[in-house]
């Protein structure tokens, strides 16, 4: 490799470690690499792909660290290439309300879509945009946005009203939280609780 090559392959590294991004589309590399000829971005790719520089993840995916050090949510979510966060079955799992593993990270955004990437299995559920961006409940957690338990409740209860949890849920908190979102309200469930 020429000396120019050699510079030329250092700013660009450069480029991409000062995103602190970990993950970058095509498109992404196509800009910080400021290379328009599609041919030209393919045969760069390819060439740091080979020396180790960067790593395939998915197609149209990459990143500086293998695949298998990849945390499988920020994966997920970078996966997904739109707004999105962690919420319903997986949020709720792990704080007690879902006892059962259901095998899959769940996320809300403006699409409905099933995929597995590395071995790892996502859903994410379409929402409208209105609900979508409504920040309440919704804080980052370790680089990716993520629903407070009661977000993924109301959240899960907006897809699934009768959706059954194994731990009490503070019905009152949900239904002004339900409220504050816009978000249909569920009183038959309220109902139930009054009566347990």
Known sequence: MSTLSKNVTAKRIAALAATKSMFFHTADLALLFGIRNPNTLRVTISRYLQSGLLHRVHRGLYSFLPP??????????????????????????????????????????SVSRRFSVLGQRYVSRRLQERFLHHPAGITWQNGVLTASPLRALADLLFFDPWYHVDRPVPWGELRHLQQTIGYPLTPHRYVDSARA
């Open 68 to 109: 298998q050090e990849l945390d499988p949510i920020l994966l997920g979510s970078a996966c997904l290439h739109r707004f999105s966060y962690l919420s319903t079955e997986t949020v709720l799992m792990r704080e007690g309300y879902i006892l059962q593993d259901i095998g899959t990270h769940t996320f809300v955004s």
